[in-house]
């Protein structure tokens, strides 16, 4: 119960509040993207031959591909030879246990409220703190290993577990699936592996938390999580960047893969960010993910509470394979000032009596643009396939837009598809219902901004919800009065 | 490729263009943009799902002129007992023997378009003012290449009593039509008048019909509009219907799509005034190969107003349906009202819907919505049916019908409204 | 003034765009007592409660409110309900997916805050929700649901009453609390009310019918039309005006 309340009372007059830089010796690669940029950050990862060919291949790839015009933001171009594509905390040996890893380190994330020592660790989840491109702690590691659940830095995944790298990579999401993607197969630096043996229930939350701490970096990490037959997992992700008057790219992927009766829940709290108030500075925050539900009665769950970041471009995706497989898209999209936000899904329905959800809840306030896209496809042979939509715009303020963009297409004629949308603003006398109880205006739109949005904040793991919730409303501060 | 065999075809287009004595200056204009712009291909946004540039390319002579026509009479062709002025251009080209104005002439002004623009003040103030240059490709073509058309006068405060029916014939009994034709509506200050604009197609052999229409509603003024289209030949039609509303005015618009080969419509409604009140109101009932695709643009620029739009369809048969709707709210137009929906059922295995209905909002104090939905008849309708000792055809007929016909209420003339419900009917039935 | 005041009214006018709505109103409020404000429609009555909870609609054109010894008119809307007003509105608002739980626990530790109070554990509130929840006869499911969601007429109101109860507020006013009410709720509503009375609090009920006067039973009765008082008495009057209609009020303004 007292949850709301420690939001109410963290609504003061803050700002950004991971604003923060701190100064971590780095081993960076010169500026710029070529072949031999390529070849670097392989080699300093000590990576197999295979794993340098198919990066060179899809940098190949990545060459003849033009970035998407399509979304609905505007952004002057991108030089992408005037970013840094490696760096990394130097770091004298991998450490071993946590004593080795450089206090600085263990500092920064105390600062993000991340413990990475195990006795003050968050309630039942297990971390991979993720700074710049590297990976730097994994929690928990033991614990999970006895249930044969691998938890580790994609890193150290390719060494110690290649052959579930070969055979899942770029098995959801090729590595020329699309601009972004295709510049991150090339380039990713590290990210977080998870797999999840046979009907195992993985007991506690798996959590990468990433940071992007040094200037002119792109940060491009992958996400890999196979849940075999059975088995289930919930995973969360976070992250935040420092206050810096340029614009950072973060172009990451995350792929999802679930075999027969197994269950994904992955949920994301993004707040990268997202520039100040006249739109000087914050993350390009261009992101492929996707599930693949490949086997029958297999789930996956995509929750996301979207407040950072100066434009998003973020569309986690289902592809419902298996037969009676369920894909679920549960989005809070914040955006204020000058942001922009173009997300939304994909349910594609391949397998027969399949069934997809999509909640999307967008916000926007300031001068912010804010876009739902998403799109329904039941193909010929999804029989029974079955979708409801519900996706929702609240606008703040005469100054935002917000904008729908959802495409249908159905090729099975047994196939139910319902999609609604509205379109509405806090009103008045709702205000007016909170002041006369003494409540004050920012805590009243708090508290009906966290209503509007609630069915997707239930959607979250506890801890998660809290932070949510804080965010919410503080990205929302100063939009009314 | 097939941006570059739209390319080709353009060039073609231009190179054959004919001349013409009306509107020169304007026609030029026209084909400099439509150069610029170039047929859309199908990796064009608009056109996905709508391949017309490639049946364009594949099936017609584009430098070749139509053919005349010896037709004698339209009795077939008319809205039996309808009691209206008739206006009918056979082939592109005004036929004043198969036409008839029975209102007054202080009542409603109906020329042919080039007359119009030769001597008409009001004609030459409107036309290609909301067909712009910056709308669709084959818009821009019919505003270079427009052969003949209507041109519609309703003085102030003037209610039309009797409807009037536009008949566009294309005559390919021997061989191919292309057929690029327009209207000018100028509805004054509390005018209202009833139109009902129709197309049909005679013979075996292809039809390419590029239609554009311009109405202007003026402040009070009440627009009814129907269109039906049911040509039993193999017509490919684009139309492109611009209606421009001013305060307080008053539109009805009602679109019907039975058969054709390709059809394409775009209606675009700017509500450019407040307090205005727009329904519109659609119907595919597709089979056969059909495809029907309605793109249709709410644009509100100013506060107060209330738009309306369903769209409903039911696809047999190999066809497949299209919508592509949007609604814009620009800033500042606050309090309006815009509500959207679209409701499909697939009937066949083989016919798709692909519906894609947007919302794009820049002003806070509004209330919009739209839904769109796709799907089979409701079981349990279909089971109290049978229950109740109707056979299982009959009850789907029923309910089909049910469906569909909803979108027949705002229709006011009792005459049109039967022969659209029967129609409908038909065209349910028999399938069943 | 007297200690015993509690709210004071002088001359107060008020408008609504260019339109006058309050002609100088002038009333007193003791605590412990009632106050019945009674009027035809469009007399000026819910433009009352609303000037005195702090809408922004309406503009105050001239007079005076003195609340416990603070100018009322000053205040802020929510500074005006820490300092202990109350309002039941006629038509309370939806709020959709914020529970009746959690906003009274917001509302309730910022008006505890205001008045350097420490704010409830979770504990407490729940103990102290319990027993208001008994209090006025309210479903704990009711207050689990969103605001007002979905709650029927008799719902609504009865969750204004919780509220009331909750905040324990100096001055409640009830705003056509009656309004859309069969008999049973009417009942429920007014033992609420009649419970939370106490010498040190007082209520003032804004209503069109008598009906509600006969379970809140008040000490004075006061007519409004056309923006002003222009009768006051007890009880009685209530009955007189049932028996008579507004019409006697009406014609008797005229002559005199």
């Known amino acids: 119960m007292s949850k709301s309340n420690q939001v109410l009372e963290e609504i003061t007059s803050k700002e950004y509040e991971h604003g923060w830089t701190v100064n971590l010796e780095t081993d960076e690669a010169p500026k710029g993207l070529n072949e031999d940029i390529v070849r670097f950050i392989s080699a300093k990862k000590n990576e197999p031959e295979w794993l340098l060919e198919w990066r060179l291949k899809a940098f190949r790839q990545w060459q003849k591909m033009v970035e998407p015009k399509w979304p609905n933001v505007t952004y002057p171009a991108i030089n992408y030879q005037d970013i840094i594509y490696y760096s990394a905390p130097k770091q004298k040996v991998k450490p071993n246990s946590l004593s080795e890893v450089d206090p600085e380190l263990i500092k920064t994330f105390e600062k993000l409220g991340i413990s990475l020592t195990e006795q003050k660790r968050l309630t039942g989840v297990a971390v991979d703190a993720v700074i710049d491109s590297i990976s730097v702690a994994t929690t928990f590691k033991e614990k999970l290993s006895e249930l044969g659940v691998i938890f580790c830095s994609f890193s150290e995944a390719v060494k110690e577990h290649p052959e579930l790298i070969k055979k899942y990579l770029g098995s959801v999401v090729p590595m020329n699936d699309n601009y972004f993607a295709a510049l991150n197969s090339a380039v990713f630096s590290d990210g977080s592996f998870c797999y999840i043996p046979k009907g195992v229930r993985c007991p506690m939350e798996l959590s990468t938390y990433f940071r992007i701490n040094a200037a002119n970096t792109g940060q491009f990490e992958r996400t890999l999580i196979v849940a075999d037959e059975g088995s289930y997992v919930s995973y969360l992700e976070g992250c935040t960047a420092p206050m810096r008057d340029e614009n950072q790219l973060h172009a990451a992927v995350v792929e999802?893969?679930?075999?027969?009766?197994?269950?994904?829940?992955?949920?994301?709290?993004?707040?990268?960010?997202?520039?100040?108030?006249?739109?000087?500075?914050?993350?390009?925050?261009?992101?492929?993910?996707?599930?693949?539900?490949?086997?029958?009665?297999?789930?996956?769950?995509?929750?996301?509470?979207?407040?950072?970041?100066?434009?998003?471009?973020?569309?986690?995706?289902?592809?419902?394979?298996?037969?009676?497989?369920?894909?679920?898209?549960?989005?809070?999209a914040v955006t204020n000032n000058y942001q922009q936000a173009d997300t939304g899904t994909k349910m594609i329905h391949i397998g027969k009596n399949t069934r997809s959800r999509i909640v999307s809840k967008g916000i926007s306030a300031g001068k912010s643009q804010n876009s739902y896209r998403g799109q329904v496809h039941v193909m010929k042979r999804a029989t029974n396939a079955r979708n409801h939509s519900q996706c929702d715009s609240l606008l703040m303020g005469d100054q935002c837009g917000a904008h729908t963009f959802p495409y249908i297409d159905v090729e099975n004629n047994s196939a139910r598809i319902e999609h609604e949308a509205t379109t509405s603003k806090i009103g008045e006398d709702q205000i007016f219902y909170c002041l006369q109880r003494g409540i004050d205006e920012e805590s009243a739109v708090a508290l009906i901004v966290n209503g509007y949005a609630k069915e997707v904040l239930n959607q979250l793991p506890m801890e998660f919800a809290v932070e949510a919730q804080k965010l919410l409303a503080l990205t929302l501060e100063g939009s009314v009065g | 490729m097939s941006t570059s065999i739209a390319r080709d075809l353009t060039t073609e287009i231009i190179e054959a263009q004919p001349t013409f004595n009306v509107g020169t200056e304007l026609r030029n204009e026209a084909w400099t943009q439509f150069k610029k712009l170039g047929l859309p291909g199908t990796k064009h946004e608009e056109y996905r799902f709508t391949p017309v540039t490639r049946?364009?390319?594949?099936?017609?002579?584009?430098?070749?002129?139509?053919?005349?026509?010896?037709?004698?009479?339209v009795a077939d062709y008319l809205i039996p007992d309808l009691d209206a002025n008739v206006v009918v251009l056979v082939n592109g080209r005004f036929n004043a023997l198969l036409s008839k104005v029975v209102s007054l002439e202080s009542e409603i002004t109906i020329t042919t378009l080039s007359e119009a623009l030769l001597n008409n003040t009001v004609a030459r103030a409107h036309f290609n003012k909301y067909v712009t240059n910056e709308s669709d490709a084959f818009a821009v073509w019919n505003s270079a290449a427009w052969q003949e058309g209507v041109f519609i006068h309703v003085p102030e405060n003037t209610s039309v009593n009797k409807p009037v029916f536009i008949l566009q014939l294309n005559d390919a009994s021997t061989e191919q039509v292309v057929t690029q034709t327009r209207i000018l509506g100028v509805l004054e200050k509390g005018a209202t008048v009833s139109v009902i604009e129709k197309s049909d197609s005679i013979g075996n052999e292809v039809v390419f019909h590029n239609f554009a229409e311009e109405w202007v509603i003026k402040e009070e003024a009440h627009l009814e509009y129907c269109k039906i289209q049911n040509d039993a030949g193999k017509i490919c039609q684009v139309s492109n219907s611009v209606i421009h509303q001013t305060t307080s005015s008053k539109l009805n618009t009602f679109t019907l799509t039975l058969n054709g080969q390709l059809i394409r419509n775009n209606l675009h409604i700017l509500i450019d005034g407040e307090n205005c009140e727009s329904h519109f109101y659609g119907l595919y009932l597709l089979n056969g190969n059909t495809l029907a695709d309605n793109h249709t643009v709410v644009d509100h620029k100013k506060p107060n107003s209330f738009s309306n739009e369903m769209y409903k369809g039911v696809m047999d048969g190999n066809s497949k349906g299209v919508f592509n709707g949007k609604i814009f709210v620009r800033p500042h137009a606050q309090k309006t009202n815009a509500f959207q929906s679209n409701r499909n059922i697939i009937i066949s295995d083989n016919a798709t819907v692909n519906t894609k209905p947007q919302l794009e909002i820049w002003a806070d104090d509004v209330k919009c919505s739209h839904g769109c939905t796709s799907g089979q008849l409701d079981e349990e309708a279909l089971f109290y049916l049978r229950s109740r000792g109707i056979s299982e055809t009959n009850a789907k007929a029923m309910l089909l019908y049910a469906f569909a016909a909803e979108v027949l209420q705002p229709i006011q003339n009792e005459t049109l409204k039967s022969y659209l419900d029967q129609l409908i009917a038909d065209r349910l039935q028999k399938n069943f | 003034m007297n200690y015993r005041t509690m709210l004071s009214i002088k001359n107060l006018q008020a408008k609504i765009g260019e339109k006058q709505i309050l002609n100088g109103i002038d009333l007193k409020v003791n605590a412990g007592e009632v106050h019945a404000i009674m009027g035809p429609n469009g007399s000026g009555k819910s433009t009352l409660a609303s000037v005195l909870s702090g809408r922004e609609e309406y503009e105050v054109s001239g007079g005076e409110v003195d609340f416990l010894g603070k100018d009322l008119l000053e205040l802020s809307p929510e500074d005006r309900a820490r300092e202990g007003i109350f309002m039941a509105f006629q038509y309370p608002v939806e709020i959709p997916g914020v529970s009746t739980i959690n906003f009274m626990k917001t509302a309730l530790n910022q008006i505890r805050e205001y008045r350097g109070q420490q704010?409830?554990?979770?504990?407490?509130?729940?103990?102290?929700?319990?027993?208001?929840?008994?209090?006025?006869?309210?479903?704990?499911?009711?207050?689990?649901?969103?605001?007002?969601?979905?709650?029927?007429?008799?719902?609504?109101?009865?969750?204004?009453?919780?509220?009331?109860?909750?905040?324990?507020?100096?001055?409640?006013?009830?705003?056509?609390?009656?309004?859309?009410?069969?008999?049973?709720?009417?009942?429920?509503?007014?033992?609420?009310?009649?419970?939370l009375r106490n010498k040190n609090n007082a209520t003032i009920v804004v209503t069109h019918y008598q009906r509600l006067l006969d379970y809140i039973v008040p000490d004075y009765v006061h007519v409004l039309y056309k923006g002003k008082i222009v009768k006051s008495g007890t009880k009685e009057l209530a009955l007189e005006l049932e028996a008579k209609g507004y019409d006697w009020i009406k014609s008797e303004v005229t002559v005199a």
């Open chain 1, 256 to 332: 999802l893969y679930t075999m027969k009766g197994a269950e994904i829940k992955y949920s994301t709290v993004q707040n990268w960010y997202p520039g100040d108030k006249n739109g000087k500075g914050g993350i390009y925050n261009f992101v492929t993910k996707r599930g693949l539900c490949a086997g029958d009665h297999s789930k996956i769950s995509w929750t996301q509470v979207e407040t950072g970041s100066a434009i998003t471009w973020k569309y986690p995706s289902c592809v419902l394979k298996g037969d009676y497989s369920v894909g679920e898209f549960y989005s809070v």
């Open chain 3, 119 to 195: 704010a409830l554990d979770a504990v407490s509130f729940l103990q102290l929700m319990k027993e208001k929840m008994k209090l006025v006869e309210i479903d704990q499911s009711l207050l689990n649901r969103s605001l007002n969601e979905g709650f029927s007429g008799g719902e609504k109101k009865r969750n204004e009453i919780f509220q009331m109860a909750m905040l324990e507020p100096k001055l409640a006013i009830l705003d056509e609390t009656d309004s859309g009410l069969d008999i049973d709720a009417l009942r429920i509503v007014a033992n609420g009310v009649n419970k």
């Open chain 2, 55 to 73: 049946h364009l390319e594949k099936k017609f002579n584009l430098s070749k002129s139509n053919p005349d026509s010896n037709l004698s009479s």
